[in-house]
């Protein structure tokens, strides 16, 4: 009980902080950005377990990149999942382009490898191409869109299935059905381009 009031009052502080950051108060964007950067670079550290080793871009500055790129935004931040479910979009992308760079720089050459076990995604190899499992998330996104979603807030942002219920606006059971149906797409189409 006590840890749910911690939780309510941490998410409450959050999302105060979002609203003012967004009002224009930058003391408030320095406070957020404290109460957040651990959980942040949690996510950012998960992520860079499951690539290659040698990787040229850091968690740091990883996390780095998403405060510099939400800074130039507009988002009218609605709460603390809202923020999460942004900060996980804008892991993806930085990921995904950072992995195009390269791939160009190298000319087909070495492409960044991710992990999927910790997603819950059963694929005959540990590792699978981060522009395969994009291009994968992608085609998902054209037959069912909200399956795609929550693939993406469960696996680059880390929001449990509460989180991605509220973040939706559905039921944590839809969230479980979308998910296992996400899971069992992806794996076919990841196995496929083996």
Known sequence: MAQD?????????I???LHHWRAGD???????IRRVYDTLHQLANRQFARERAGHTLQPTALVHEVFMNLDGSNVDWRDRNHFYATVARAMR???????????????????????????KLAAPEPHVDLLALDEA??????????????MELTYFGGLNRDAVAEV?????RTVDRDLSLARAWLRRKLEANV
């Open 15 to 17: 999302t105060r902080l």
């Open 137 to 150: 998330l992608e085609r998902l996104a054209e037959h069912s869109p909200r399956a795609a979603e929550i």
């Open 26 to 32: 930058e003391g408030a964007r320095e406070l957020l």
């Open 168 to 172: 939706l606006g559905i039921g944590a």
């Open 5 to 13: 009031a911690t939780r309510d009052q941490d998410w409450g502080e």
């Open 93 to 119: 992308r930085l990921l995904v382009d950072h992995a195009r760079r390269r791939q160009r720089a190298m000319r087909g050459g070495d492409r960044v490898r991710v992990e999927l076990t910790g997603s």
